[in-house]
Nanobody, 118 residues
Framework: QVQLVESGGGLVQPGGSLRLSCAASGRIFSLNAMGWYRQAPGKERELVAS???????KYADSVKGRFTISRDNAKNTVYLQMNSLKAEDTAVYYCKVVVGFSPSISYWGQGTQVTVSS
């Protein structure tokens, strides 16, 4: 089993910054892709950013230029640096970690609340 622990959420004013972290532990024999998703009230969960084992990144159009995803394989941790936050970024943020390549298994974090409000 793999456990994910997220941290870094909270309340921030518009224009502010937050850094989310997601640390994986347990039976991690090979880390594949890692990513962050978010779900706002009344909306479906959506991909925010992802990073492959080769460090290729992908971002939702709504966060391009403001958010940066990175990973530290030595710490089995994925980060999401969020700058220039807007009210519409308010959501519960979930990390997703894929372990293995063939086969692979996906694991989800418990979610961390990000609220952008003045």
């Amino acid at each position: 089993q793999v456990q994910l622990v997220e941290s870094g959420g909270g309340l921030v004013q518009p224009g502010g910054s937050l850094r989310l972290s997601c640390a994986a532990s347990g039976r991690i024999f090979s880390l594949n892709a890692m990513g962050w998703y978010r779900q706002a009230p009344g909306k479906e969960r959506e991909l925010v950013a992802s990073i492959t084992s080769g460090d290729s990144t992908k971002y939702a159009d709504s966060v391009k230029g403001r958010f940066t995803i990175s990973r530290d394989n030595a710490k089995n941790t994925v980060y999401l640096q969020m700058n220039s936050l807007k009210a519409e970024d308010t959501a519960v943020y979930y990390c997703k970690v894929v372990v293995g390549f063939s086969p692979s298994i996906s694991y989800w974090g418990q979610g961390t609340q990000v609220t952008v409000s003045s």
